[in-house]
């Protein structure tokens, strides 16, 4: 009964910055690893980063040097700071919670968000 809300997405110039936000209710969000995945039309889905339930982080290298994944257990809320964005940063992303460490594999998470549209303009 996991229920996730990502909001936050929107249009945004090249180089720019976004904050991502993902609401979870219904679950054990403290215990869950989360995810944030993206997705851009004709491509599959790819993993962006995941923060444990002890703050540990790991990141795609695409995205490693500009993108921040935050965890505020208090609020329930996973975040994801993007800087420095670029046109090949335009995807619908999805938050994604799972019961393993850190993974990187969609197959291991169970609950998705809806998604939320990130456009970069050049």
């Known amino acids: 009964q996991v229920r996730l809300v990502e909001s936050g997405g929107g249009l945004v110039q090249a180089g720019g910055s976004l904050r991502l936000s993902c609401a979870a209710s219904?679950?054990?969000?403290?215990?869950?690893?989360m995810g944030w995945f993206r997705q851009a039309p004709g491509k599959e889905r790819e993993f962006v980063a995941v923060?444990?339930?002890?703050?540990?982080?790991s990141y795609a290298d695409s995205v490693k040097d500009r993108f921040t994944i935050s965890r505020d257990n208090a609020k329930t809320t996973l975040y994801l700071h993007m800087d420095s964005l670029k046109p090949e940063d335009t995807a619908v992303y999805y938050c994604?919670?799972?019961?393993?460490?850190?993974?990187?594999?969609?197959?291991?998470?169970?609950?998705w968000g809806q998604g939320t549209q990130v456009t970069i303009s050049s």
């Open positions: 219904g679950g054990t969000f403290s215990t869950s690893s």
């Open positions: 923060v444990s339930r002890n703050d540990r982080t």
């Open positions: 994604a919670s799972s019961r393993m460490y850190l993974p990187r594999n969609q197959d291991s998470y169970n609950n």
